[in-house]
């Protein structure tokens, strides 16, 4: 048995990644980004890619691919930002489309209906009280027959280096369905998986340099100031570790002693703090490589998202780490894509 995957809102790819290897076939995916779709398309040559906003994509062009796959499953990983605790901003609920990208898929889901739903999102959307999308969408669901489980799950104990809390959404037309066991956990002798178990076995490079053999595996340029930092900031350290001349001017005259992971190293024997968007700008999060003077390579951050190292990335610098940034774990998707399958397997037939 197989399942077919159709992953609206892909990005580069890190969901269809996951189940693929998990033994699920990807045969559609929807995204908007232009560099996002270059990466898609080169390392998922077999799927149907339609570079497409969803609100402007009907569900009935895809009538045919559908009526053509047995068992489906259609995820929706839509973007974060407007529910998460690193958005600052209070967003005009009127005009900030994102939020109701969740019910545009549910309109593909009910012209559709899949027999699995798979959500993957921050915990911010949650916290939404009332009336909120991810309320309607559950409700939705119900309404046509699925059983959903929601819940928030750790990325470390699913085999992900990174500290990286999500909410996901599990729904099944085949009866309940619950989240896979989790694969790590100390207290049961089961280590969390380490940066240096990821990203050890790359190449050293300099800040600003690009490696000549290893795809992606390029770092950004550091300012004089910068590197000074990072040279004066030991394993494991933070910018409280610089000397006075070192500090920025706003930490030491109004004594800030928040976002302390800023300028700081990741720790090679534990997981890394959350990637975000950034996650290759020094000053934007504990993103300084353990022990060599700059921030980590967009190969480095693919790596601690789990993606392997022949996955290639497209773009620009700051877009690479975007993608890099807004996907799912590689490894936090096929432990799902095997629960969901070996569901299919008993439930389905």
Not at 31 to 47: E, Q
Not at 70 to 91: E, H, I, M, R, S
Not at 178 to 193: L, W
Not at 239 to 250: E, G, M, N, S, T
Request: glycine share 8%; net charge positive.
């Amino acid at each position: 048995m197989s399942i077919s995957v159709f992953d609206f809102f892909s990005g580069c790819g890190g969901t269809s990644k996951g189940f693929q290897n998990a033994g699920l076939n990807p045969v559609f995916a929807l995204d908007f980004d232009g560099d996002a779709a270059s990466t898609y398309r080169n390392n998922f040559p077999n799927t149907v890619f339609k570079r497409s906003d969803i609100t402007k994509f009907q569900p009935a062009e895809m009538d045919d691919l559908v009526s053509s796959c047995d068992v489906k499953l259609f995820c929706g990983c839509a973007p974060c930002q407007p529910f998460t605790k690193q958005n600052t901003k209070k967003p005009n609920k009127k005009t900030d489309l994102r939020r109701s990208l969740l019910s545009h898929f549910g309109t593909f889901i009910e012209r559709h209906l899949p027999d699995y739903v798979f959500v993957e999102n921050v915990p911010g959307i949650q916290k939404v009280s009332g009336n909120s999308t991810l309320t309607r969408f559950k409700k939705r669901l119900e309404d046509l027959g699925y059983s959903p489980t929601v819940g928030i799950i750790e990325s470390q104990k699913f085999g992900v280096p990174q500290k990286r809390r999500r909410l996901v959404l599990l729904a099944s037309r085949h009866g309940e369905i619950d989240f896979p066991q989790e694969t790590h956990n100390p207290d049961v002798g089961i280590p969390f998986s380490t940066v240096r178990q990821w990203i050890s076995h790359l190449p050293p490079i300099q800040a600003g340099e690009i490696h000549p053999d290893v795809p992606n595996h390029r770092a950004a340029k550091l300012s004089e100031l910068n590197l000074q930092r990072i040279m004066a900031t030991p394993p494991e350290g933070s910018r409280a570790d610089w000397p006075v001349h070192l500090r920025l001017d706003c930490h030491i005259k109004n004594g800030y002693s928040g976002h302390t992971d800023v300028y700081g190293r990741m720790r090679w024997d534990g997981p890394a703090t959350g990637l975000t968007t950034r996650c290759i700008s020094l000053s934007n999060g504990r993103y300084g490589h353990p022990e060599q003077h700059r921030a980590i390579s967009v190969r480095e951050a693919a790596a601690i998202q789990t993606f392997p190292d022949d996955f290639q990335f497209f773009g620009s610098l700051n877009s690479q780490a975007r993608q890099i940034g807004n996907a799912v774990p590689v490894a936090l998707a096929q432990v799902f894509g095997a629960h969901l399958l070996e569901h299919a397997r008993r439930y389905v037939g």
